[in-house]
C-alpha cells in the first residue's frame, strides 16, 4: 500500500513559480511511475509529467514542457514538479499518482494523493 501527499501549492502571479512535492509512505516508489496530473474547474483531469522511479526517464505533456520540470529525491521517497512562468490557465487542482505498466504496456494508476490546489492570478 502507498500513500500519497501533495504539497506546495497557493496561490502565484502570473510568471511567478511553485514546486509541489509528492512524498510516499507505507512503501517506496521502487519499480513505479509517478505522475502528476491536473483538474481545472469544469474540465477533465489531464496529464501532466510522469518520472520513472530510480531511473532519469521522463515524459510532459506537450502543453508544459520546457514549463515544468519533474524530478524525484530517492532518499526522501519524493517527486517533485517544479512548475515556472506560470500562466492563470494551469490554476487545478494538481494530483501526484503511482502506478505500474500493465501487461498491455499501459500505466495503471492505483494510488492518489488528495490534490493541492495552484491557483494563479493575471
Known amino acids: 500500500q502507498v500513500q500519497l501527499v501533495e504539497s506546495g501549492g497557493g496561490l502565484v502571479q502570473a510568471g511567478g513559480s511553485l514546486r509541489l512535492s509528492c512524498a510516499a509512505s507505507?512503501?517506496?516508489?521502487?519499480?513505479?511511475?509517478v505522475g502528476w496530473f491536473r483538474q481545472a474547474p469544469g474540465k477533465e483531469r489531464e496529464f501532466v509529467a510522469r518520472?520513472?522511479?530510480?531511473?532519469?526517464?521522463?515524459f510532459y505533456a506537450d502543453s508544459v514542457k520546457c514549463q515544468f520540470t519533474i524530478s524525484g529525491d530517492n532518499a526522501k521517497n519524493t517527486v517533485y514538479l517544479q512548475m515556472n512562468s506560470l500562466k492563470p490557465e494551469n490554476t487545478a487542482v494538481y494530483y501526484c499518482?503511482?502506478?505500474?505498466?500493465?501487461?498491455?504496456?499501459?500505466?495503471?494508476?492505483?494510488?492518489w494523493g488528495q490534490g493541492t490546489q495552484v491557483t494563479v492570478s493575471s
Open positions: 518520472i520513472s522511479w530510480g531511473g532519469s526517464s521522463t
Open positions: 499518482a503511482a502506478g505500474r505498466v500493465t501487461a498491455t504496456s499501459r500505466i495503471e494508476y492505483a494510488y
Open positions: 507505507g512503501r517506496t516508489f521502487s519499480s513505479y511511475k
